[in-house]
């Protein structure tokens, strides 16, 4: 026979060893998934949303049986996004996700032991979600998507399609924390490629309109947008705004390309929200979150626009059409 002491010990260390979902049912309830987004509700995350449900339900799942996914949508505003977090932390979850950047930051911040598991973050290490790549460390894990590193290769395209280019515009939000890379990288690619580049920032939605006049005013013959919260939740209002003031917009996924943006690349959004899912699926059965290397994407895909490209009096180069994987005429 053990003593109380020694029972208690082993006790703590089995409970510390049973994976989360066997947890969750013990306590006679099933595991529960909190997901902190960026837009105002499902309809505005579009095809991000469904991806996640669908990662889960592809690997067998089934919600409101076998898990419960709850969430929460802080529609850009900076302090709801504390709240959020704070509030799916203490609603007894299993295990958080964080569609961006500011989403992760929010979750890193409400809790040091649940689970959290980031997607499309540009640079994890930097923004200090990880402590490396290999070796996240601590609760957190997730998935990259490299925006910062590919500013230049985007330049690039549009300067390859647009031969007469020379004056483009970086639209970043400037409460993103990521926005300085942002800027750096650009400016660090625009003279070879004898650009000029010049900054303007949206931090709300109706600071869109002003920014875009300002860029007109400014002869600006491009746009160029990243990753971030803000400006994915406006992706339909700048592909209008850019077309109507006959600037080509450069975006930075399939879902800001097809709002309607002349080209774009970037990795699979949304192969990453079903890795996401993966990734939490693992954590259930007990792995570590800061046992899983953070997933980098392994294909970058270019989209261009033909249409788009007609109404602004372009013809593409077959060298630069060649390449896209994704074509709308």
């Not at 029972?7 to 049912?25: I, R």
């Not at 070879?192 to 931090?203: H, P």
């Not at 803000?230 to 450069?250: P, T």
Request: glycine share 6%; with cysteine; charged share 20%.
């Amino acid at each position: 026979m053990m003593d109380r002491r020694t029972f208690l010990c082993w006790l703590t260390l089995e409970t510390l060893a049973t994976p989360l979902a066997a947890q969750a049912q013990e306590r006679g309830r099933i595991p529960k998934i909190g997901v902190l987004w960026h837009a105002a509700n499902a309809e505005e995350e579009g095809p991000l949303f469904k991806g996640v449900v669908a990662g889960f339900r592809a690997l067998g799942y089934v919600e409101g049986r076998t898990i419960s996914l709850e969430h929460r949508f802080p529609n850009e505003i900076p302090e709801r996004f504390k709240r959020m977090a704070t509030e799916l932390v203490a609603s007894n979850v299993d295990a958080l996700v964080g569609a961006g950047t500011q989403a992760a930051l929010a979750l890193r911040d409400a809790t040091k032991t649940i689970p959290i598991v980031f997607m499309f973050s540009p640079d994890p290490v930097g923004t200090k979600l990880v402590d490396s790549l290999s070796r996240p460390g601590g609760n957190v894990t997730g998935l990259s998507n490299f925006s910062s590193d590919l500013i230049g290769k985007r330049l690039q395209l549009v300067k390859e399609a647009i031969p007469r280019l020379s004056r483009v515009a970086l639209l970043v939000n400037p409460d993103s924390q990521i926005s300085l890379r942002y800027i750096e990288a650009a400016q660090a690619a625009a003279p070879a490629l004898g650009l000029t580049m010049r900054t303007f920032e949206v931090r709300l939605l109706d600071e869109f309109q002003p920014a875009f006049d300002a860029m007109a005013r400014a002869s600006m013959q491009a746009v160029s947008i990243n990753a971030d919260g803000l400006i994915y939740q406006a992706k339909e209002m700048v592909a209008k705004l850019a077309l109507a003031r006959r600037m080509a917009l450069v975006a930075y996924s399939r879902e800001t390309f097809d709002a309607g943006a002349l080209m774009s690349y970037g990795p699979d959004n949304v192969q990453a929200t079903h890795r996401a899912a993966a990734l939490v699926d693992k954590i259930l059965k007990g792995t570590k979150p800061g046992d899983l290397p953070v997933e980098q994407p392994a294909k970058f895909e270019l989209g261009i626009n033909l249409s788009v490209a007609k109404t602004l009096g372009l013809t593409i180069p077959p060298s630069v059409l060649g390449r896209a994987d994704q074509v709308i005429e």
